[in-house]
């Protein structure tokens, strides 16, 4: 039977084997080679990190503008549904009840791309609510159209302070996106100084801060609107 304490000795001996009868110069062209190929690798990969991290910077630059746009086409939606709402409770006219309609679909589409980027259920739920509440006063009967009106306002009021939650909210969530590429990267990213909501949401989370700044931002413009007659 074989002694394994051999092997050790046997699998030495053939690798001096080898390299006997090697110079000193090819053995110091085979260093110079392995050493080169383990930078080349090395090179590779840093040159593959670096390709994978400038794809998704233009990515998420790409996302950032998409969010963006669709957080502010929320809000100009927001101002036609108001009108078409608003006309509609006081000419009674189909036309612009169809038009309100179609509106408030493209605004709930707008909301469900706003969820998948990242915006705050407790938001889109609260918008979606506003709205409800708009649509079923718009189906009370007509003696009740001014009253509904005013109602119609305030809502629209609410709206427009929740719009502003949710931009403000939108763009907290790319600066923090932002920030996690340039971690990535190796970079330290530049200090933000938050102020009001901005610190509450940095200290409490993206929902808790969204509540706040919903909240914050309505009693602003509760007190800066009257409601219309």
């Keep these: 039977m074989q002694n394994p304490a051999v092997r050790p000795a046997a699998s030495a001996t053939k690798t001096e084997g080898l390299l006997h009868g090697l110079s000193f110069q090819q053995l110091l062209l085979l260093a110079f080679l392995l050493i080169a190929g383990l930078l080349g690798v090395s090179a590779l990969r840093a040159l593959y990190t670096l390709e994978q991290l400038m794809l ?112 403000q909210s939108i763009q907290e969530i790319n600066a923090q996106r932002s920030e996690a590429l340039l971690v990535a990267g190796g970079r330290q990213p530049p200090q933000r100084h938050a102020s009001g909501c901005g610190r509450h949401c940095a200290g409490a989370g993206a929902g808790a801060g969204a509540r706040h700044l919903a909240g914050a931002s309505l009693q602003a413009a509760g007190a800066r609107h009257s409601p219309a007659g």
């Excluded at 001014?146 to 109602?151: P, S």
């Excluded at 305030?154 to 502003?164: C, G, I, N, R, Y």
């Design 56 to 167: 998704q910077s233009r990515q998420g630059a790409a996302q950032a503008t998409v969010l963006a746009t669709a957080a502010q086409g929320l809000g100009q939606r927001g101002q036609a549904l108001e009108r078409a709402a608003r006309q509609s409770l006081v000419l009674r006219d189909a036309q612009l009840r169809s038009n309100f309609d179609d509106m408030a679909v493209e605004a709930r589409d707008v909301l469900v791309s706003l969820g998948k980027g990242g915006l705050a259920p407790e938001l889109a739920a609260q918008w979606n609510t506003h709205l409800a509440t708009v649509d079923s006063l718009m189906d009370a009967p007509p003696d009740r159209a001014l009253d509904n009106e005013r109602l119609v306002a305030e809502e629209f009021v609410a709206l427009d302070a929740l719009h502003t939650a949710i931009v």
